[in-house]
């Protein structure tokens, strides 16, 4: 179309506007347009002309009076159309109504129509809830968010209206909410908007702004799905989620179920590596005892072949008898068949090292080198021990812990928004003191004199070291909310730490400067977690959003984007490659997402599977396995290659309380350990792991630990408990773990996948964190919880 074509569509637009002294002004210069010169030509601009005519109809429609009351005709006619549609379609398009619902409502507010906005709401609320089945907590809080919205004002100064309507730090992309559809569904939803006319401009608008439309091919998220791999989770489905057939809602769970099978399905079908790295630790170690193997059964055979060519001792000894000889040879032949078969036990794939993936440094890798020839053997029948440390009078302020590698250091995050560095040795070293001070053995008088003959200091009194702050506790302030996430980096140099201020920290441990702050969250990060080969980290935040990081950045690689929920979990994969996330509330599911392309990978749906939301995961050391715990005690675990559930505690097994965290042990991972609020740790034996333990070498014989009265009263470097400030973790922790397990016997195995070996019992302390050190000492923390009253 020609300039003067756009001067005549104006007109006729302030004119149907009705406004004559606009048209006045304007007709002055309006330019007529020439005349055509061919038939063809004229035909295409009357076309051209009469199809922006009917949009200049539109828009005259959608601009004329009564702006805010066209917002709610076109949602109700959206409610209408979806009620209209095939049963096969309804589910996955009823999942537009809320996100539609919620931008329409701040549209209204933004445009100064909250009288209108509160009618929407009235209206729809309940509608809203019924129609999103296992979604109905999540948007039952953003309908109560939208209530206090009321005017303008109060929409600038809102954090959830900032990221709904695009105006967070995630800009426009961030605001748009991801609604997967089958094809033709998709079609159906385009073929609409584009044939209602003016009316639908309102909606057009609004699925362009928030809504990230993601075709998925395969059935529509109504019809009936392939059978889920998990029984479980298909009989849960079929009978239309927990409520049951007859409950109230089961309509519209059973159709949120069958979506979330139909989901699963697809996403379950992708093929994906879980193999470890080539030229990973554990095989490095490996290879070196078989080749340590072949050259001891080399020089048996050569010792051997030298004895039988002279049988004289070169030291005066007797000659070798053709007996010893034989012996000899056949201990020398029994090694090196014993050397290949190691080298030929299957333990999984292997995968390329990928390019955006750093190396190692030496030092960490001869350091793991030499942590791995000094682990103990863990088993069903050599339990671990496990040394608690409890944190005193950090009961109501203690959020999170974690461990270095053999358990030297501690650091935690707090409610008053710091982040704590404990350093075991020096904190057991002044325990040790004031218990010999308090015991008369340290004199309180004169320090006699030094080797030099000048006076030496008098040593500290018990009420000195009672008063003055601990040794050997490292504060670390920046956070302005409090901490719900800490972890070391791989070589233990680095710290980081995720907060309530949407931020996540990179301190250093050894003197606890703030390194980099990485912005990006939008409302409270849960989970933090460094990855095992250095540079990169994830995080978890209540913004339904999981990050991938790089140290160099200060904005995010990548966004993990599919939950509907917060992400409260977050775990690297052995081979780096994949990271697994867990969202509880609406969402309860756990999903493993690729690392390069974003994208999700593993669907796996709680359900009946794992009872409650999903509060903690752990990944198996070969990576095959997935386990993750729940807020009301239960236990599952998956197999990754088939998206099928392996094993789930029993309820007579579970924990009484939520579970807050698992453990995997170190090298096959034959024990999985939980810890949570109902002051236990549970030993669970995984019998994969114990598989590839005994394809490599013999189980060692005997049972201790789980079924004992006692645990371990220290760790690698760390005798005693944490103790900390006198504000805030206390200053008299003791390494106590009571093992009051009740297992079937030492050295039994109990029945079943995933049985639990035993249990240790802590005096009152629930268990915040647990980690295997690299020497397999099972480590434990908490704070302490008095029960009863105070005598």
Same mark, same amino acid.
């Given at each position: 179309m020609r300039d003067s074509d756009w001067d005549q569509l104006f007109l006729q637009y302030i004119r149907k506007r009705g406004l004559r002294d606009v048209e006045e002004r304007f007709v002055q210069h309006v330019r007529q347009p020439p005349p055509p010169g061919d038939k063809e030509e004229a035909a295409a601009v009357a076309a051209g002309v009469e199809m922006a005519s009917v949009l200049i109809d539109d828009l005259v429609c959608f601009a004329a009076g009564h702006e805010a009351a066209v917002y709610g005709d076109a949602y109700e006619a959206l409610v209408n159309w979806v009620d209209s549609c095939l049963d096969m379609y309804r589910p996955e398009l009823r999942r537009l109504l809320h996100p539609v619902f919620v931008r329409l409502y701040l549209t209204l507010v933004d445009m100064e129509a909250g009288r209108e906005a509160a009618a929407l709401l009235a209206r729809y609320r309940a509608r809203v809830l019924a129609t999103l089945g296992g979604m109905r907590r999540a948007a039952a809080n953003?309908?109560?968010?939208?209530?206090?919205?009321?005017? +303008?004002?109060?929409?600038?100064?809102?954090? $959830?209206?900032?990221?709904?309507?695009?105006?967070?730090p995630g800009g426009p992309a961030a605001a748009k909410t991801a609604v997967s559809l089958s094809p033709y569904a998709h079609d159906l939803l385009m073929r609409w908007l584009h044939t209602g006319g003016g009316r639908m401009l309102p909606?057009?608008?609004?699925?362009?702004?928030?809504?990230?439309?993601?075709?998925?091919?395969?059935?529509?998220? @109504?019809?009936?799905?392939?059978?889920?791999?998990?029984?479980?989770?298909?009989?849960?489905?079929?009978?239309?989620?927990?409520? /049951?057939?007859?409950?109230?809602?089961?309509?519209?769970?059973?159709?949120?179920?069958?979506?979330?099978?139909?989901?699963?399905?697809?996403?379950?079908?992708?093929?994906?590596?879980l193999g470890l790295?080539?030229?990973? #630790?554990?095989?490095? &170690?490996?290879?070196?005892?078989? %080749?340590?193997?072949?050259?001891?059964?080399?020089a048996a055979a050569a010792a051997a072949a030298a004895g039988e060519a002279d049988p004289a001792a070169a030291d005066g000894q007797e000659p070798q008898t053709k007996k010893a000889k034989k012996a000899a040879e056949k201990a020398a032949a029994a090694a090196a068949a014993a050397a290949a078969t190691n080298k030929s036990v299957v333990r999984g794939e292997r995968i390329e090292h990928p390019p955006f993936l750093p190396k190692l440094p030496d030092d960490v890798v001869a350091a793991a080198l030499r942590d791995i020839s000094l682990r103990a053997p863990v088993s069903a029948a050599t339990p671990p021990s496990c040394a608690f440390f409890t944190f005193v009078n950090a009961k109501q302020t203690l959020n999170c812990s974690t461990f270095n590698c053999d358990g030297s250091k501690i650091v935690a995050g707090f409610n008053d928004s710091s982040v704590r560095v404990y350093d075991m040795p020096t904190i057991s070293q002044h325990h040790a003191l004031l218990r010999r001070s308090r015991r008369g053995q340290v004199p309180g008088g004169g320090g006699g004199t030094n080797p030099d003959g000048t006076p030496a200091p008098a040593p500290p009194s018990a009420d000195d070291l009672e008063e003055s702050e601990p040794p050997g506790t490292l504060y670390l302030h920046g956070h302005t909310a409090a901490v719900h996430a800490v972890d070391f980096s791989v070589d233990q140099r680095l710290v980081l730490s995720g907060s309530s201020d949407g931020t996540v920290r990179v301190w250093g441990a050894e003197f606890g400067s703030c390194l980099a702050v990485y912005p990006g969250h939008v409302f409270p990060v849960w989970d933090v977690a460094a990855c095992p080969l250095g540079h990169w980290f994830a995080s978890a935040g209540a913004d339904?959003?999981?990050?991938?990081?790089?140290?160099?950045?200060?904005?995010?690689?990548?966004?993990?984007?599919?939950?509907?929920?917060?992400?409260? #979990?977050? +775990?690297?994969?052995?081979?780096?490659?994949?990271?697994?996330?867990?969202? =509880?509330?609406?969402?309860?599911?756990?999903?493993?997402?690729?690392?390069?392309?974003? %994208?999700? #990978?593993r669907y796996l749906p709680c359900g009946r599977t794992l009872p409650g939301s999903p509060t903690c995961l752990a990944l198996s050391p070969d990576g095959s396995q997935i386990a993750a715990g729940s807020d009301e005690g239960a236990v599952a675990v998956w197999?990754?290659?088939?998206?099928?559930?392996?094993?789930?505690?029993?309820?007579?097994?579970?924990?009484?309380?939520?579970?807050?965290?698992?453990?995997?042990?170190?090298?096959?991972?034959?024990?999985?350990?939980?810890?949570? !609020?109902?002051?236990?740790?549970?030993?669970?034996?995984?019998?994969?792991?114990?598989?590839?333990?005994?394809?490599?070498? !013999?189980?060692?014989?005997?049972?201790? /630990?789980?079924?004992?009265?006692?645990?371990?009263?220290? /760790?690698?470097? !760390?005798?005693?408990?944490?103790?900390?400030?006198?504000? =805030?973790?206390?200053?008299?922790? %003791?390494?106590?773990?009571?093992?009051? /397990?009740? @297992?079937?016997?030492?050295?039994?195995?109990?029945?079943?996948? &995933?049985?639990?070996?035993? +249990?240790?019992?802590? %005096?009152?302390?629930?268990?915040?964190?647990?980690? $295997?050190s690299s020497r397999n000492l099972l480590l434990a923390a908490g704070p302490f919880h008095r029960r009863g009253p105070i005598t």
């Open positions: 953003d309908l109560s968010q939208l209530a206090a919205l009321t005017s +303008r004002s109060l929409l600038r100064g809102s954090a $959830f209206a900032a990221a709904r309507l695009g105006l967070g909606l057009l608008s609004v699925v362009n702004s928030c809504l990230d439309l993601q075709v998925l091919e395969g059935l529509p998220k @109504g019809a009936p799905a392939a059978p889920v791999p998990d029984d479980d989770l298909a009989d849960e489905l079929a009978g239309g989620g927990p409520g /049951g057939a007859g409950g109230p809602g089961a309509d519209e769970a059973g159709a949120d179920a069958g979506a979330d099978a139909a989901e699963a399905n697809m996403v379950n079908r992708t093929e994906i590596k790295l080539q030229g990973n #630790v554990e095989d490095v &170690y490996r290879e070196q005892q078989e %080749k340590q193997k072949a050259e001891a059964a080399a339904r959003v999981a990050r991938l990081w790089v140290s160099e950045r200060t904005q995010p690689l990548r966004l993990l984007v599919g939950h509907n929920a917060d992400v409260d #979990v977050v +775990r690297w994969h052995p081979n780096c490659c994949l990271v697994a996330t867990a969202a =509880g509330q609406a969402d309860r599911t756990v999903r493993l997402w690729d690392v390069r392309e974003g %994208k999700c #990978v197999d990754l290659g088939t998206a099928r559930r392996v094993a789930a505690s029993q309820p007579a097994a579970a924990h009484t309380g939520a579970v807050w965290c698992l453990a995997y042990s170190q090298g096959d991972g034959c024990v999985l350990a939980s810890g949570g !609020a109902d002051e236990t740790v549970r030993l669970w034996r995984n019998d994969t792991g114990e598989a590839l333990a005994a394809a490599g070498v !013999a189980a060692a014989g005997g049972g201790s /630990g789980a079924d004992g009265e006692g645990g371990a009263e220290g /760790g690698e470097g !760390a005798a005693e408990g944490a103790a900390g400030s006198k504000e =805030g973790s206390g200053k008299d922790g %003791k390494g106590d773990a009571k093992g009051d /397990g009740k @297992g079937d016997g030492k050295g039994a195995k109990p029945a079943g996948p &995933y049985a639990q070996l035993g +249990r240790y019992r802590t %005096k009152s302390s629930p268990v915040v964190s647990l980690a $295997f």
